[in-house]
């Protein structure tokens, strides 16, 4: 039985939400939305954040009917115990890629750009080892955790953004609407990938105080991070221009060290970047880890997460480490995205709602 | 208590059994200052390496650039003067081997996150692959400093570091700070990497470079170097600097002079707005509306400047004037350079799309026929302290 203390209000769902949507792989966004429809670049971030809404609404619904037996539960009602294990497991593995490559992304970026010589996996490891501390404490220590870096990483973006500002030519925005449809497909499959993270839904409803405002919440949510990776990628595009922008690896990073504010009062910002997104990844992370572990948990019917969010730490650093080099990390990524993603985030949460609903019919007719 | 032991034993494994890799004391760095990137003459023997073909391939030290680097010495920093800074030559096959090459001569490791200046000599930027070679590696170190200031210098790198630099004890800040002060004052064109950077891809190897001439040991920037394909194509006079930062839309301030009567006057550029319009698309005809404001510097002493009719008369003069040089500077560029530095095209990209891709293979040829009118509008603020 839940206690009334794990409830997660409306608050907190929509930060939960915001936090772990921005992860590290904002950092190569503006470059996959420019490399694929040039200085549209910006309208496609918007238009992917609309897409999204749609898919969070089938979330949201299907997210109704696990909040009452959980995620898996619900998953076993519906298609049979066998069945129901078999359609869950793509998600653990989902969930375990997601935070595998996500720390394997962190280590890169901070070994690229500040500890070059430190091997990776001594990057990698400690922040798995974190993520998994602060999930072993369940959803409520998230929660309050959560809030309490949530002030200091908008103060620290939002003085960012500020001193990103100067010196851009937003003229780089121009011409608008000048790719084809099929770029502007291409960019919305490949830019999704960065808004994925709202299906926590499924897993955290039953936690959640107000199922019924659960989708108005969380759009809320997902147009405030479409706000944000917009102005990342109109800051990026003012900053360096098309050309420029796509053949970046890390655009955001590029354009933290490209800051030069008069006075010399932040000569390197991407110190203060990177601070943030330590933040960012941890959180995601941390909220990824208490995902599979629940997942895990409830496939094999353990009652607590604790073991099964340590159990898993050898399989998520080695799918971190699957990759051998930074390409190829990127490339995993989009993969897993394709495929597990779009079946955690689109085909299953629609074979739960059709299940339910000839399932509720035929309860009716019988 | 047993999770306490936990977290401490985790704490201690983690510090003593990994250490800190990137611990590097700053005594342990050669901050560069400035680099500075030349072609290196001596070299006698060539690699002979057929395109795609694979062979064994051994550095030598007589490689194909020579690099200077500008390093400050930590200790003698106090003493403020020339001996605070030691310039550190070598040569190789690109800027990282001309790096370990240097790490093999001093006990230090070269950095790049606090360079100032580099500057290229025109033989290097007058050899493709060089001047490629050395973009895309500042471009692709993470550790480097975006906001160095490049420059091209007229003569050999030899001259260039026995500069005299006046009021400063050290070159690339000397260099770096002209252009910093020049860049605000004196219609001094200012390029950072990044800016140089997206110039070349976005223009597909086409940018502009200041340039450093060094006459008698004294350097002085004047002059504008135009890259064409990655190569150095041609040298644009100064005086045709003013103009073509005002159409470009880079000029802070400057100073102009203006007849009036029998007296040149001294005019100070404090602001400039320039807005192009493409009036007629078939045969792209452009507008270019400049709002310059700014003010009177001196007058005659025993007149009175404030008496009605002789303001409007200087800004009538200041505006004629301006719209000649401006017609000047396009044409120069129109016909005798004949490439689109001035971004002409970049404006017909962003505002009119259609029509630039009617024109997008060959828009040079359309840039060098287009027709330009000048609309110049001056504002006098202020005349001084003296009516």
């Known amino acids: 039985m839940i206690s009334d203390n794990d409830k997660i209000s409306n608050y907190q769902l929509n930060i ?12 190569a966004l503006p470059a996959i939305l420019v490399k694929e429809v040039k200085s549209d670049a910006w309208i496609l971030s918007i238009i992917t954040g609309l ?18 037996q959980g995620f898996v539960g619900c998953l076993k009602s519906l298609f049979g115990k066998a069945a129901g294990t078999i359609l869950a497991i793509p998600v653990l593995v989902y969930f375990l890629f997601m935070v595998g490559l996500e720390s394997r992304l962190f280590g890169e970026t901070v070994k690229m750009y500040f500890l070059q010589r430190t091997p990776i996996e001594f990057i990698v490891m400690p922040i798995i080892i974190e993520a998994v501390f602060l999930a072993k404490g369940g959803i409520e220590v998230i929660g309050r955790f959560f809030e309490a870096v949530f002030f ?25 609407f000048s790719a084809d449809i099929k770029e502007y497909f291409s960019a919305i499959i490949a830019g999704s990938n960065s808004f994925f993270g709202y299906e926590l839904l499924l897993i955290i409803s039953p936690y959640i105080k107000e199922p019924k405002k659960m989708f108005k919440t969380s759009t809320k949510a997902l147009l405030i991070v479409t706000g944000f990776y917009t102005i990342a990628v109109i800051l990026n595009l003012g ?3 098309v050309e420029e922008t796509k053949s970046l690896m890390f655009p955001v990073i590029a354009l933290a060290k490209a800051i030069d504010v008069p006075g010399s009062i932040f000569e390197r910002a991407e110190g203060i970047l990177m601070a943030v997104w330590v933040l960012h990844v941890f959180t995601t992370m941390a909220m990824i880890t208490y995902l599979y572990s629940v997942v895990g948990a409830e496939i094999i019917g353990h009652k607590g997460i604790k073991h099964i969010a340590t159990l898993y730490i050898p399989v998520v650093y080695l799918f971190g480490l699957l990759g051998n080099s930074v390409v190829q990390v990127f490339k995993n990524i989009n993969m897993v995205g394709a495929t597990l993603g779009i079946y955690t985030v689109i085909i299953l949460p629609l074979l739960i709602l059709i299940a339910s609903y000839i399932k509720n019919k035929g309860g009716s007719k019988g | 208590m047993k999770k306490k032991v936990f977290i401490v034993l985790l704490v201690f494994i983690m510090i003593f059994s990994s250490g800190c890799w990137d611990r590097v004391e700053i005594e342990e760095n050669a901050f560069v200052f400035g680099i500075a990137l030349d072609v290196n003459k001596e070299r006698t023997e060539k690699e002979d390496i057929e395109k795609g073909e694979i062979k064994p391939f051994y550095e030598s030290d007589k490689g194909a650039i020579r690099t200077i680097f500008t390093v400050p010495i930590p200790s003698k920093m106090k003493e403020a003067g020339e001996d605070a800074f030691e310039s550190i030559e070598a040569s190789g096959e690109n800027i990282p081997s001309c790096m370990r090459v240097i790490e093999r001569k001093i006990n230090k490791i070269i950095y790049l996150g606090q360079t100032k ?17 050395a973009v895309d590696f500042l471009e692709r170190d993470p550790e480097r400093n975006r906001n160095m200031k490049v420059a091209a210098v007229n003569g050999s790198i030899d001259d260039y570091i026995k500069v005299k630099h006046y009021l400063d004890n050290n070159l690339a800040s000397y260099i770096s700070g002209i252009f910093q002060v020049g860049s605000k004052e004196c219609c001094i064109i200012s390029e950072d990497l990044t800016e140089l950077e997206g110039t070349l891809r976005s223009s597909k190897g086409n940018a502009v470079m200041p340039c450093i001439k060094i006459t008698d040991g004294k350097a002085e920037v004047r002059d504008l170097a135009l890259i064409k394909d990655y190569e ?3 040298m644009v006079d100064q005086k045709y600097l003013r103009g073509f930062s005002i159409i ?23 602001g400039v707005k320039t807005t192009v319009h493409l009036e007629d698309k078939e045969n792209l005809k452009y507008k ?7 003010d009177i510097e001196s007058f005659i002493l025993d007149e009175e400047i404030s008496k009605e009719g002789k303001i409007e008369e200087i800004k009538s003069n200041l505006a004629k004037s301006l719209t000649m040089e401006l017609s000047e500077v396009m044409d120069y560029f129109q016909n005798s350079i004949g490439i689109d530095y001035l971004k002409i095209g970049e404006y017909t990209k962003k505002y009119h799309n259609k029509i630039y891709e009617k024109y997008e293979d060959n828009w040079d040829e359309a840039f060098k026929k287009a027709q330009f009118d000048f609309d110049v509008n001056v504002e006098i603020r202020r005349i001084g302290t003296i009516r």
């Open chain 1, 16 to 27: 939960f939400v915001i936090l772990t949507i921005i992860e590290i792989g904002m950092a």
């Open chain 1, 51 to 68: 897409v999204n809404i749609p898919f969070l609404y089938i979330v949201s619904k299907a997210a109704q009917k696990t909040s009452t």
């Open chain 1, 152 to 176: 200091p990483i908008v103060l620290i973006n939002v003085l960012l953004i500020l001193i990103a500002i100067p010196k851009n030519d937003f003229t780089n925005l121009l011409p608008v």
């Open chain 1, 239 to 241: 900053k360096f221009g």
């Open chain 2, 117 to 133: 200046m580099c500057v290229f000599t025109i033989d290097m930027l007058n050899n493709k692959q060089y001047f490629m070679d």
């Open chain 2, 232 to 234: 150095f194509y041609q």
């Open chain 2, 248 to 270: 470009s839309n880079k000029l802070k301030k400057a100073r102009k002079l203006v007849k009036y009567d029998d007296t040149i006057i001294p005019f100070y550029i404090t």
């Open chain 2, 288 to 294: 270019v509306t400049v709002k310059v404001e700014g």
